[in-house]
């Protein structure tokens, strides 16, 4: 006769088993950004998308896998000749950028709108490598496909939110192809090689309509200090100042559209 301590030892474990495990927890943003510093490139591949030659890392550490987006470009001319005819003089396309987006994003609470992306060397180049997003749709192909966001009020929340940084770190590259959706409708913003232009003014004033509260408070506490402190070494004291010249723009019409409107059409 089997004991019946033994059968009930059996028993809890088997039913043990067959229980449903808890997911594990979301890594959190420095977990992120310490795989993507230390983790074992375990394959890669070039993407097809994309001027600046990216690729696609597929990295490891222990029972984690993930993709990674890794871009080396690093470009200073002093004119361009872009591809829709019109030139640019003191033109940089720069992975620095990318981790420059990234960390001033998390300075004005947006760290979940523009993925986490560290400064990595791989296959003897240094560049940018950031989380990779599974989006299940780009904005172009949204839209190309007719496809409506479920909460049309916070889509537009967040489209707002997106046109505000593109203005304020000067995105002359925001197209519909750097906006990624994911299944349950997150909106990320990526690619920011050709930002942070040395201009005090905005480069699309119009995409300033609307803008979050936190986000606009977030803005006003911005100082030299703590945007240096959160971008160093990847934004000259040039560009920084110019982000924060184009801020008081923001700032300035925000205000303006106030006054206007009224504020319960401008701020959320």
Not at 46 to 52: A, D
Not at 157 to 163: I, V
Not at 223 to 236: G, K, Q
């Amino acid at each position: 006769m089997v004991p019946v301590l033994v059968c009930l030892s059996i028993a809890s474990r088997v039913a043990a088993r067959s229980q449903p495990t808890d997911p594990p927890a979301p890594l959190t943003a420095a977990e992120m950004a310490d795989f993507l510093s230390t983790a074992e490139v375990v394959s890669s591949a070039p993407l097809s998308v994309g001027v600046t030659r990216p690729f696609k890392l597929t990295l490891k550490a222990g029972a984690l896998t993930h993709d990674a987006a890794f871009q080396a470009i690093d470009q200073n001319v002093p004119m361009q000749r872009l591809a829709d005819g019109r030139t640019e003089l003191n033109f940089r396309d720069s992975y620095h950028f990318n981790i420059a987006a990234y960390r001033l994003a998390e300075l004005l609470g947006l760290g979940d709108m523009v993925p986490v992306t560290v400064e990595r060397k791989w296959n003897g180049r240094t560049g940018a490598l950031a989380w990779w997003v599974d989006a299940k749709w780009d904005e172009t192909k949204r839209m190309k496909e007719g496809i409506h966001p479920p909460d049309p009020v916070d889509w537009a929340m967040k489209q707002s939110r997106m046109r505000v940084f593109s203005e304020l770190v000067y995105d002359t590259d925001r197209n519909t192809g750097n906006q990624l959706i994911t299944e349950d409708w997150h909106l990320w913003m990526i690619d920011f090689t050709r930002a942070f232009r040395l201009s005090n003014k905005l480069l699309r004033e119009d995409n300033v309509q609307r803008c979050s509260r936190d986000m606009l408070a977030a803005m006003k506490a911005l100082t030299v200090e703590s945007v240096s402190t959160a971008t160093a070494p990847h934004l000259t004291s040039g560009e920084i100042k110019s982000l924060l010249k184009r801020r008081d723009v923001i700032l300035e019409r925000v205000d303006g559209l106030v006054k206007q409107r009224g504020e319960s059409l401008v701020l959320f």
